[in-house]
């Protein structure tokens, strides 16, 4: 499970009452919720949701076939043995390069276009074609990919809504989230300086596998095309002649969304596949179910919600929470908040947390993360929090009011196997 589902935002004000924020906090926000519309509603997020599903899957079918007890995490992914593997090999090679050495918002200096060479994976006799766009900059190059893709689409969104007011919008210290606006310097000027452009273009680039290949696609052909007047235009009549690969030939844009859409909620269903969890499933059914076909519909929706000026006044974004909701909130008090406005989605928040849990399941088994990121809110509510929610969470299962992540691994087959970290 992704953490797209859990959103934590770094304030001491009231989780539930969103409008009251000051705006500093609400761009915060904003940005993180523009990742979750990415995730339910792209190719690069419904294909990392899939993935992880399957790894998490794979891990704990793994679990089941081995005669021991005692689980030392994290567990590798076997190469040779299924596509799991493969489809961890395939989501890397298309992340690109994330840490610059040390390079942060203040001394990234892009230098030139990107090239894009191709790179071939042998995947148990299959090769699969990766382009590696390789973008240089002062001190080296670095692999353009959908995180650079994301992450500077919704720093583009803070500045469309809220301005370039450096008093709210504020690019993280630590890694430069201005890539595409440096990278669209070395194309056109035109290009550089249309903000609304450059983040819808984002927003369609991330309905690909790789993003960062069909974004600098997208900036030849504007190029190319002259640097059309009609920014929205030119990006519709990309969409419309848009065919994407499937695995019966090529399928058109909206087919191809849908198939990538079924696997990810396929994937989901592998952790909630029982009936005590039909109310989360309908919820998260909804919400991926709502977002594509919004997509699919309204192609530049969430840059629209975005013109309709601030947060707190926005009428479209009020829209979209009726619609979609929200992933679970926490702030800093450690207290849960979380949209159950959306229709026929009667999800409790605590029934809530049990999404929370599932993506701490899933970086445990395979990361060796912090085991639970339950325990700070159990902790504010002065709830019993010891050794057992790191090696036996599972005891936690049968209490009055069960622990998530305890009931999860119970629920998962998962109980008598103590974890070593």
Known sequence: MPSMFHLHVHTKRNIKKWWKWDDKTLCTF???????????????????????????????????????????????LVPGVNNVQNNQNVLDAVEGTIDLNGVDKETLQIIGRATVNNQNLNLNGVIITIHDVHVPYAGGDFLLGNYHISESMAYLGEKIMYGNNPLIVQASPNYPYDVVSQLAHFYSPQLENNQPLLFCLCDYAL???HSGSALIGFFEHYVNAGCPADWRAFVLNLISCTQVAGTNGMQTYADGLRSIKDLALESLDKKFNNGSYND??????????????????????????????SLKTNMQFRQLLKGLGTPVLTNDYYKTSFTTKV???????????????????????????????????????????????????????????????????????????????
């Open 343 to 421: 229709s026929g989605c009667a999800l409790r928040k605590r029934r809530a947390q049990y999404l929370i849990a599932a993506g701490s399941i899933t970086y445990a088994l395979g990361d060796a993360y912090i085991p639970c990121d339950l325990i700070d809110i159990c902790k504010a509510k002065h709830k019993y929090v010891g050794r057992k929610c790191r090696t036996a969470p599972w005891k936690h299962a049968r209490k009055r009011f069960a622990c998530p992540y305890g009931h999860l691994w119970y629920g998962w087959g998962l109980k008598d196997k103590e974890l070593v970290w």
């Open 280 to 309: 989360i499933r309908r919820w998260y059914y909804n919400v991926i179910n709502r977002a594509v076909e919004m997509r699919l519909q309204y192609p530049l929706f969430i840059y629209d919600f975005l013109s309709g000026g």
């Open 30 to 76: 904003l940005h993180e919720y523009i990742h979750f519309l990415q995730d339910v509603s792209t190719v690069a997020g419904l294909y990392n949701i899939y993935v992880m599903g399957e790894c998490l899957a794979d891990r704990v079918n793994r679990v089941y076939n081995m005669n021991t007890n005692q689980i030392r995490v994290p567990i590798p």
């Open 207 to 209: 309905t690909f596998s």
